[in-house]
């Protein structure tokens, strides 16, 4: 499970509703890491990442015994993930210049279709921004609800540790995650 959680697959659990109603608190993704090995990650791909909040003191226990059975409950999602786990919609990828404009997403100049955003929902509070070279620009589904990149910024394409790709919990909503919703 360890080396198969490291290389290929994890499962993941969704510990807030920043990306509802794409996914809810307490669905279980699977995400797998080899694509973005070979090749790029793209705009509207859902993509965990490793982020070191400032404002969030470290956590995880210290005795090993302990981190290891931790990181095993994580690696089949029984477990919350760590802190500094977070899932969201990549929006901006190098070389796109990302703003707001009157409640709507707008990439290089021209407003983004987001499908997977329920109604009503609106973007603001983005400063105007260029992805550079090994950066990713992300957000939240839940726009009101999110800490992304309009709180801390770009992220380091060396941070993301995979795409999610389908959701495996609760069943009664088992599905693929798509770039379009």
């Known amino acids: 499970a360890v080396v198969f ?3 290929l697959v994890a499962a993941f659990y969704i510990p807030s509703g920043s990306m509802e109603s794409t996914l809810n ?4 993704v699977l995400v797998e890491k080899v694509s973005y090995r070979f ?8 993509i965990v990442f490793v982020h070191d909040d400032l404002a969030l003191p470290a956590n995880g226990p210290s005795n090993p015994v302990a981190r290891f059975f931790t990181g095993l409950g994580q690696a089949i999602g029984l477990v919350p993930p760590s802190d ?6 990549v929006v901006g990828v190098p070389g796109d210049n990302i703003t707001c404009e009157h409640g709507h997403l707008v990439r290089n100049g021209k407003q983004v279709a987001e499908p997977y955003l329920d109604p ?5 509070g983005c400063k105007e921004t260029v992805v550079r070279a090994g950066q990713l620009y992300v957000m939240g589904d839940n726009r009101s609800n999110s800490q992304d990149s309009r709180a801390f910024g770009v992220i380091d394409r060396s941070d993301v540790v995979g795409r999610a790709f389908v959701r495996i919990w ?7 995650l798509r770039r379009d919703r």
């Open 5 to 7: 959680k490291t290389f």
């Open 25 to 28: 608190v307490s669905d279980r």
């Open 39 to 46: 090749g790029d990650v793209e705009n509207g791909d859902v």
């Open 84 to 89: 500094r786990d977070f899932i969201k919609r």
């Open 120 to 124: 009503g929902v609106t973007t603001e």
């Open 170 to 176: 609760p069943f009664t909503h088992v599905g693929w």
